[in-house]
């Protein structure tokens, strides 16, 4: 066990963990923030994807030990963004989900995508949310709520 | 699967099953209950001395709907919701028969019991795209039976006959305007009696049935705070993952577990037994990474003796033999012996080859449960809350009703929660037994679903065709080969003489007319657990049938939608296809006719779950894979209940039914073991290999509503296939599609 300081959405939290421990798993069951899913452990499906130092990033795969200084930023903090709130009513307006259990690494990708390129193309979306797998395949939806959050934050 | 064809109107019917009862809550609202009587029938309006006593809880788990007395409506939703939209759409034709206003409802997804059972299967599951179907009827009695409480409550208290009272928007009105909130009604609604009979609304009253409406449970799968049954945390939880057999069924010789105790946090190391009579080693640990470290340090040493091997390609090989001989009889008509006179010349034989194929739902499968010792409590995403709920108690020694069971909201499922044997629920509780008071939950990793079992079966589908000299088949023997689902579950007496009729659906029940007609069986035992995978049957005998009449067509040199209209018998039953077809042909016209260079258009139609559906996909071909960059997808579900959630089950859906093309997308086995573990060896498809856009229309229709959920399954691979073979020439009969 290791101590750790933590930035996560702003706060500063300290968790006391293995350092192998994944900062999926120190989000989720360490800090009880689970709207950060676990889908595959292996940086195949995005679903645990959060912004580390603004950059969208697998969390499964980035052991606790390996992320020093940068700040998290999670699903749950998207709410006080404003791309965050942009990205998250295009995906109630345009009815998204199905499950949703995928939607949080979506939105994540997608706020991402918005920062860097407000006017995404297609094929930025493709490059952007195409690691991000959708097992109810949600994907033309996904993708109108992505052009339409870029649209109201013209 | 039942295939109703009732209109949408009328009285409705006594319950056969139970009747509503209404009690008032101890906050002053209003409660409608179901309550189940087993001997008799229709004993809707007896008398008050002759009810059972009242709940005592102010929330028996026998509830459907509850009226606050701050006008909020409580709708109980009676199965699963892992996506298909049933959260949203059963409270929706209970609200409008309820007029309650739509902002203030809430629903909620119920526990297991049987008030909560499918009206037509018998037991509390989501399955054969039942939901709306089944339960429309129920839930829309529900909502208008309790609504007439509440006029009757209203017209008590104003001294008017209710029939001069209206409602809108949780409001009773009166004759000289008076009016008051649903709220308000609710205690005195609660001492009304239950009409036995109640006029439902004619659909031209209807204001949120037939209307787009949006999801109830968008917000909070949007913002992180919605809990799947993986999120759930109760004080002093732990948290347990198995080291499974390699092989299916195989047992633990010894294991060593000296290094995985060592690991900080690590509770317990024992055998519990697991699916197939095998056993494994499961790890408690006070969370789920130290559970799994601990469980990467285990040494076990397996006892394979009695159990097979399998092998894929050995396994493609024996069903390819056993697909030259007859099977058993699932369909014949006209001559059977009438294809082996046909003159090879006009013989036409096709070979299709399918994988296994795993579900693996986004959220991997977990079970929470804690043995209180004369009790339990059970949270699960279950699709099958009847099974579930009963194996955990058989487990613990517990009377079913001792254990609680909560149905947890899950990510996706695809049939994948809907085992018979209730294997990860057993598992779950055969670990907490050990740990009496302490909540314990159980994790598959994604390589333990992946290599987990319970797959789509593999498949093979031999098919000789005879062609007559109008172009159109005249003999047709068809044999396919797949392990039967049903076999050896409680549904196997849904058998008949030894054909599960999910191997052959959408073949032996085609709607395309040949006179000589035979499709025969054979379902051979092999060690892998199969199960129903999103529209079952259908995602192998779509491909087969829609791929083969567009050859057929390319063939006879007709327009592939045109041979179908001359191959679709014109009966009845095939008008809800019919119609499907056309609509399509009609929306898809305009961009079919200006294709651009190095785009093809392909089609395919197909009835399941007696939703008829066509789809027409443009393809070109990029990096060695087929670009679809636009399908257009019309249904007949009869009556859509919520448009909007039909035309995003099918956007979707039909990518969903793509797993099976794309290249990654089998299970294979190696000496008994299953060779992928996880989604970079097993590929589901992403964004860029689903289609860009598509464009669904619904066709108009008054019939009583049938399923969303499975029908946009089978459609799209085949469509997609016969696109490719107009730009390549090649033919695709073995999936998954390696390249083009
Ligand atoms: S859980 Fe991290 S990418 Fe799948
Ligand atoms: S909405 Fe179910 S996995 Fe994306």
Redesign the interface.
């Known amino acids: 066990?290791a101590k750790y300081q933590l930035n996560v959405n702003g706060e500063r939290r300290e968790v006391s963990?293995?350092p192998?421990?994944?900062l999926l798993?120190v989000l989720?069951?360490?800090l009880?923030?689970?709207?950060?899913?676990?889908?595959?452990?292996?940086s195949?499906?995005g679903?645990c994807t959060v912004h580390v130092a603004g950059v969208a990033t697998r969390s499964c795969v980035l052991p606790v030990a390996l992320l020093g200084e940068r700040p998290v930023v999670?699903?749950?903090a998207?709410?006080n963004d404003p791309v965050g709130r942009a990205v998250?009513d295009a995906?109630?307006e345009r009815?998204?989900?199905?499950?949703?259990?995928?939607?949080?690494g979506q939105?994540m990708s997608a706020v991402a995508l918005l920062k860097q390129t407000p006017k995404p193309s297609?094929v930025n979306?493709?490059e952007s949310?195409?690691?991000?797998?959708?097992?109810?395949?949600?994907?033309?939806?996904?993708?109108e709520a992505v052009h339409l959050a870029a649209q109201k934050l013209k | 699967m039942t295939n109703s064809k009732t209109k949408v109107e009328g009285l409705s019917s006594t319950s056969r099953r139970g009747f509503l009862r209404a009690t008032a809550t101890a906050a002053g609202g209003l409660l409608v209950s179901l309550y189940l009587n087993k001997h008799t029938t229709a004993q809707e309006g007896v008398k008050p001395s002759q009810l059972p006593p009242p709940p005592k809880k102010d929330f028996p788990p026998d509830a459907f709907v509850r009226v606050t007395p701050d006008n909020k409506v409580v709708i109980q939703v009676n199965r699963l919701e892992?996506?298909?939209?049933v959260h949203t759409a059963l409270p929706l034709i209970l609200a409008d028969e309820l007029d309650a206003d739509w902002s203030q409802v809430v629903a909620e997804l119920a526990p297991a019991a049987d008030v909560y059972k499918d009206p037509l299967f018998g037991i509390q599951m989501v399955g054969g795209s039942g939901s709306i179907a089944h339960s429309f009827q129920q839930y829309r009695e529900l909502g208008a039976k309790t609504r007439a409480m509440l006029v009757a409550a209203a017209a008590a208290r104003w001294n008017v006959a209710p029939d001069k009272c209206r409602t809108e928007a949780s409001v009773v009105r009166g004759p000289a305007g008076q009016s008051l909130k649903y709220g308000e009604l609710a205690a005195e609604a609660a001492r009304q009696p239950v009409p036995a009979t109640v006029r439902l609304k004619e659909p031209s009253e209807f204001k949120l049935i037939g209307k787009q409406v949006?999801?109830l449970?968008?917000?909070?799968?949007?913002?992180?705070?919605?809990?799947?049954g993986?999120?759930l945390?109760l004080p002093g939880m732990l948290v347990a993952v198995v080291a499974r057999p390699p092989v299916f069924g195989a047992k633990v010789k010894s294991f060593d577990d000296g290094e995985a105790r060592k690991v900080?946090g690590v509770r317990e190391v024992f055998e519990i037994p697991v699916t197939r009579g095998g056993t494994g080693v499961a790890v408690v640990a006070d969370?789920?990474?130290?559970a799994k470290?601990a469980r990467d340090l285990l040494r076990i040493e397996w006892d394979e003796t009695s159990v097979a091997r399998e092998d894929s390609t050995k396994l493609f090989e024996q069903y390819r033999q056993l697909a030259r001989t007859a099977g058993l009889s699932a369909a014949a008509r006209g001559d059977a012996k009438a294809i082996e006179r046909v003159a090879p010349a006009d013989l036409f034989v096709a070979e299709y080859e399918f994988p296994y194929l795993s579900h693996?739902?986004?959220?991997?499968l977990n079970t929470t449960v804690r043995f209180d010792g004369d009790a339990a409590e059970v949270w699960a995403g279950s699709q099958f809350q009847t099974f579930d709920h009963a194996a955990v108690a058989e487990v613990l020694s517990l009377k079913p009703e001792r254990v609680t069971f909560h149905t947890e909201?899950?990510?996706?499922?695809?049939g994948r929660r809907a085992v018979p044997d209730s294997h990860v629920q057993r598992e779950a509780a055969s670990i907490a037994k050990r740990f009496k008071g302490t909540p314990v939950k159980l994790v598959w990793?994604?390589e333990d679903d992946v290599r987990g079992g319970y797959y789509r079966p593999m498949h093979v589908h031999r098919v000789e065709i005879g062609v007559g000299p109008d172009g159109l088949p005249n003999a047709w023997r068809h044999v396919v080969v797949g392990q039967s689902i049903l076999a050896d579950t409680p549904f196997a007496m849904m058998m008949k003489d030894g054909v599960d009729s999910s191997t052959v659906e959408g073949v032996n029940d085609t709607h395309y007319w040949v006179p000589n007609f035979a499709v025969s069986v054979h379902h051979p035992k092999v060690n892998v657990p199969v199960l129903w995978w999103r529209s079952v049957g259908h995602t192998h005998s779509a491909f087969v049938m829609e791929t083969l009449i567009e050859e057929l067509a390319m063939r006879a040199k007709v327009d592939p939608l045109a041979y179908r209209r001359r191959l679709i018998k014109p009966e009845p039953e095939a008008k809800k296809l019919l119609a499907a077809l056309d609509l399509m042909d009609e929306k898809s016209a305009a961009w079919r006719n200006s294709l651009p260079k190095g785009h093809a258009v392909g089609f395919a139609c197909h009835e399941s779950f007696g939703t008829g559906v066509a789809c027409a996909a443009e393809v070109s071909i990029r990096n060695n894979r087929p670009w679809i960059h636009r399908v257009t997808v019309a249904v007949n579900c009869g009556l859509a209940v919520n448009p909007?959630t039909v035309e995003?089950?099918f956007?979707?859906?039909?990518?969903?039914g793509?797993s099976q093309l794309m290249a990654g997308g089998r299970v294979t086995l190696k000496d008994g073991r299953v060779e992928q573990r996880?989604?970079?060896r097993y590929v589901?498809?992403?964004?860029?290999d689903?289609?860009?856009?598509?464009d669904v229309h619904i066709v108009p229709s008054a019939e009583a509503p049938t399923g969303c959920g499975e029908p946009p399954v089978p459609v799209l691979s085949p469509a997609v296939v016969n696109a490719l073979s107009k730009l390549t020439g090649k033919r695709y009969r073995t999936l998954p599609l390696v390249e083009v």
């Open positions: 066990m963990v293995d192998s421990t994944p798993w989720r069951e360490d009880k923030m689970t709207g950060t899913k676990f889908g595959c452990g292996v195949a499906c679903a999670t699903i749950e998207m709410a998250q995906w109630v009815d998204v989900v199905q499950c949703g259990y995928c939607q949080s939105i297609d979306i493709d949310l195409g690691g991000n797998l959708c097992r109810c395949a949600t994907y033309v939806r996904i993708r | 892992f996506g298909q939209g949006k999801r449970d968008s917000r909070a799968k949007c913002d992180g705070s919605l809990k799947f993986l999120d945390d900080e969370k789920y990474w130290t470290r693996s739902p986004m959220e991997p909201m899950a990510g996706g499922g695809f990793s994604r909007l995003s089950q956007q979707a859906g039909v990518s969903f793509l996880n989604f970079d589901p498809p992403y964004m860029p689903a289609p860009v856009t598509v």
